[in-house]
């Protein structure tokens, strides 16, 4: 062997060596940037993520030609394991005896909210438009999870082909809800301190079997005094847009569409300016600082909506029936007030369990809410295994929620069945 051949066979195995340790360099940055992300929010910067990652702010570019590389990088990485989550629970449907499909939506359910606690800060990137102009991110942030969509579509077409799941509900619909549950396990306001696996399991079991010991008919919940309460509210919501004639008025409307498009830590003073078509002074004069202009819109909203929660709680109604006026009053509120309610899940998404929002505190919510469902497990109404009334509390204030797309694909009254059928009543045949 010539002395050049004996050359390139010593260089190869220091090659490989550096490009390995390239590789996990690299997989560390990124570990890094995830947890600081998820933590800070995006207005983190490199040099935070570089000193989280105990390199230099220049070592790190030599990774990651910028901070939008890394957050390309992030959230690929985050579509390439639920797309592989997708396949493999649909490998696991093709198989000649597949598992019950109890089974099989519980794992995939466990498999999804792993994936989002592993992935936090592209989770929260996927709720917004891409932070920069880049057309990659930018793609990535708007990408549908279809994969595990389609794998949970298979898993609730074999349910309904065996007889466990009920017939009457859309499947893809009802896919796209049970996916995006499993992803919000991924929200530290949700999970708090429990496992991922344990709050996957409960929703789960919520979205399968539902709360209420009975299965409550329509007719019974909405001639309830809660749904009373939450109707008298609602309609007592005024259309309060800017007229144009107002400039403190004009520049909050423009302020709501900004931070519900792009998220409050990623949108500038001089982002509203240029949207409202006035100078970065002349909004400063307005309205102060972009923390003064997020609570005077938060603060009306918290009235509106902070006031029928009170209404509702108070009502002289079950456990079963306040959470179905609850929920009525989310999906109007996501209707009526969809840039504030936006704010205000990105506060809670984005926010440490202890962050109190703009609009209300979380807590308080949190302890009413495990007080009346305490209620009605002592009563009987209720019957659900949880591992704790602080985890089943955030869970059911989470799924309270209707996703926005749902709501816009099949309106109003339909969103409220849907949270009905995924919350209260179950979406299994019950066998007793």
């Known amino acids: 062997m010539t002395s050049s051949r004996l050359d390139r066979s010593a260089r190869r195995p220091k090659a490989r060596a550096d490009a ?11 570990q890094t940037a995830d947890s600081i992300i998820a933590s800070y929010g995006l207005r ?50 093709d198989q000649p005896d597949p598992p019950p499909a109890e089974e099989l939506i519980f794992e995939l359910g466990r498999d999804i909210a792993r994936c989002a606690v592993e992935h936090r800060a592209a989770l929260q990137m996927s709720f917004f438009e891409g932070p920069s102009a880049d057309p990659e991110l930018a793609a990535l942030t708007r990408r549908r999870p ?26 893809p619909v009802l896919a796209d809800r049970l996916c995006q549950s499993m992803l919000h396990v991924g929200l530290d306001v949700i999970r708090h301190k429990a496992s991922s696996d344990t709050v996957a399991t409960l929703k789960c079991r919520m979205a399968l079997y539902g709360l209420a010991a009975k299965r409550p008919t329509d007719a019974t919940l909405d001639r309830s005094r809660a749904m009373a309460a939450a109707n008298a509210v609602i309609d007592s919501w005024t259309d309060d847009r800017d007229d144009g004639t107002d400039k403190a008025a004009h520049v909050r409307a423009v302020a709501r569409a900004e931070f519900g498009r792009r998220g409050y830590e990623m949108t500038t003073i001089r982002d509203i300016a240029s949207a409202a078509g006035l100078g970065t002074g002349t909004v400063y004069r307005i309205i102060g600082s972009k923390d003064e202009l997020l609570m005077s819109i938060m603060l009306n909203f918290g009235q509106k909506v902070g006031g029928a929660w009170t209404d509702i709680m108070a009502s002289d109604s079950t456990s079963i029936e306040k959470l179905d006026a609850l929920s009525w009053l989310n999906v109007n509120a996501l209707d009526r007030f969809t840039d504030e309610f936006r704010i205000q899940l990105a506060w809670l998404r984005q926010s440490t369990p202890d962050t109190q929002s703009p609009a209300f505190s979380f807590d308080t919510r949190i302890r009413e809410m495990k007080s009346m469902l305490a209620e009605g497990i002592r009563s009987g109404e209720i019957s659900i295994q949880s591992p704790s009334g602080d985890v089943l509390a955030r869970c059911v204030i989470g799924d309270g929620w209707i996703p926005e797309n749902i709501l816009r694909d099949i309106g109003l009254r339909n969103s409220q069945l849907l949270n009905r059928d995924t919350t209260l009543r179950g979406i299994a045949v019950r066998r007793r």
Request: hydrophobic share 45%; glycine share 6%; net charge negative.
């Open 44 to 93: 983190a910067s490199v040099q935070q993520i570089a000193d989280a990652a105990g390199i230099l702010a220049g070592s790190l570019y030599h990774h990651f030609e910028s901070k939008e590389a890394i957050l390309v990088e992030l959230i690929r990485r985050y579509h390439d394991d639920l797309d592989r989550i997708g396949d493999e629970a649909l490998e696991r449907l």
């Open 20 to 30: 390995s340790t390239e590789a996990s360099r690299r997989t560390e940055i990124l």
């Open 146 to 171: 279809e994969k595990i969509q389609a794998a949970m579509l298979q898993a609730l077409r074999a349910g309904r082909w065996s007889g466990f799941i009920r017939p009457d509900f859309d499947l």
